[in-house]
């Protein structure tokens, strides 16, 4: 690995990390995502998965099933910067679960380039339709850096 590659790989685990704390942020009790758009080495978004602003924070119903207006981390990330003067052009995301298709699509118009993601969900289909995008598509799986020193 040359020394570029390196100092991106630990650019890439302290960003996701720092998604997976900003997921502690969401409401939901099935899972939380959390996400945060990097551009230059600036975060210039964030979110992470519940409800609409003005709804109640309750993702799930009574039988724990995510209720069907509960947006993904993506979502909220992407949709905070159309609120900002930031653009996502050219710029990284990184989220702790990877994206479904719905939110790969919502990536694909943002101008994100490049994703990275640490959870592989059994659907593949967004990050299949990220790579046939020409998105550079990162999996870490941050257990492995654990233990290490980064």
């Not at 609409?52 to 949709?79: M, Q, R, W």
């Not at 998105?135 to 257990?143: A, F, K, S």
Request: hydrophobic share 35%; aromatic share 8%; net charge neutral.
């Amino acid at each position: 690995m040359t020394d570029i590659e390196e100092k991106q790989l630990l650019l890439d685990i302290r960003y996701l990390r720092m998604a997976r704390i900003w997921a502690e942020n969401s409401y939901c009790e099935r899972r939380k995502v959390g996400a945060l758009v990097v551009k230059d080495k600036m975060i210039i978004s964030d979110g992470y998965n519940g409800t609409p602003s003005g709804f109640e924070n309750k993702c799930e119903d009574g039988n724990n099933v995510t209720l069907p207006y509960v947006l993904h981390a993506e979502a909220n990330a992407i949709t905070k910067l159309a609120r900002s003067s930031n653009n996502s052009d050219g710029s990284t995301l990184y989220v702790t679960a990877s994206p479904c298709i719905e939110c790969s699509k919502l990536i694909i118009q943002s101008g994100i380039k490049r994703v990275v993601y640490g959870e592989k969900y059994r659907l593949e289909d967004g990050i299949n339709l990220l790579k046939k995008a020409n998105i550079e598509v990162v999996y870490i799986n941050l257990d492995e850096y654990e233990t290490k020193q980064v």
